[in-house]
């Protein structure tokens, strides 16, 4: 899954980094032009031809790189999502299975670090992750972490 994720975004990142960089050249440059001329309508080529031109492509390169962070990040949702989904419970006519059992039960809660939420230790979010760090293992305000809905951890449980 990585690899293609991969080869889909990248592309988008290069032209938007190579979008951006070409219109911060085609501004100095405008600017360079402009500089040296000292009437008005000599300064209005540099203008058109290169500072305008310029700043359409800084704003386009911000544009393609915004849309390339978003594609990665949907493709991280789309990767958890196959994670979870391999993780889940199997067919619900296979016996011993219970449906209604809870992804994980661990009682230990962990969070990552500028996330929003906290999590049972075997939940599939933060199981192996090593920035994963105990929820009392700093000061926590009140309401400023809401429970994983997918393992649903207990506000009770430590």
């Known amino acids: ?18 979008a951006f960089a070409a ?22 080529p540099y203008l058109a031809s290169c500072t305008i031109p ?28 196959g994670l979870l989904v391999e993780a889940g419970p199997g067919d619900e006519d296979e016996p011993g299975q219970d449906v209604s059992a809870p992804l994980a039960v661990s009682g230990r809660l962990l969070m990552v ?13 933060v199981a192996g992750k090593a920035e994963a760090v105990p929820v009392d293992s700093r000061p926590v305000a009140s309401g400023e972490l809401d429970p994983c809905p997918i393992c649903e951890p207990a506000e009770e449980t430590d």
């Open 54 to 81: 310029g700043a359409a492509l800084i704003v386009a390169g911000a544009v393609l790189l915004a849309r390339g962070r978003e594609a990665v990040a949907a493709a991280r949702v789309e990767e958890l999502y």
């Open 113 to 125: 670090p500028g996330g929003t939420l906290y999590h049972r230790a075997d939940c599939p979010l």
């Open 1 to 18: 899954m990585r690899t293609s994720r991969l080869r889909t975004v990248h592309p988008v990142l290069w032209a938007g980094w190579a």
């Open 23 to 44: 219109g911060a050249v085609l501004c100095v440059a405008g600017w360079y032009g402009v500089s040296g001329e000292r009437y008005a309508e000599r300064q209005l």
